[in-house]
Nanobody, 123 residues
């Protein structure tokens, strides 16, 4: 059974930082691209970042580019999202996702999803 388990969410003041982690199990991690999405109350799910299975390339939307960094450790089957200079509008539930194809991953058409972790940024 494939599981993606997020951790690291919490409450932080605007301008602060958080690092989210997503531990994967039940799949051949090196065969999957991994990414992060978020969803705020009353809003649609938003792509936050994705990284190739090799860790060699990453993609971000303009809304987080320069503030968020995605990375992965294939030895630990874990993907990370480092979030700096957080803003109140970054408040959302953050989800980890995995798919074999990076294009599908970016489009949100992912084979596997985590349960999410709440990130709240206070002003």
């Amino acid at each position: 059974q494939v599981q993606l388990e997020e951790s690291g969410g919490g409450l932080v003041q605007a301008g602060g930082s958080l690092r989210l982690s997503c531990a994967a199990s039940g799949l051949t991690f090196r065969s999957y691209g991994t990414g992060w999405f978020r969803q705020a109350p009353g809003k649609e799910r938003e792509f936050v970042g994705a990284i190739h299975w090799s860790g060699g390339s990453a993609s971000y939307p303009d809304s987080v580019k320069g503030r968020f960094t995605i990375s992965r450790d294939n030895a630990k089957n874990t993907v990370y999202l480092q979030m700096n200079s957080l803003k109140p509008e970054d408040t959302a539930v953050y989800y980890c996702a995995a798919d074999r194809l990076i294009g599908r991953l970016i489009q949100g058409e992912c084979d596997y999803w985590g349960q999410g972790t709440q990130v709240t940024v206070s002003s």
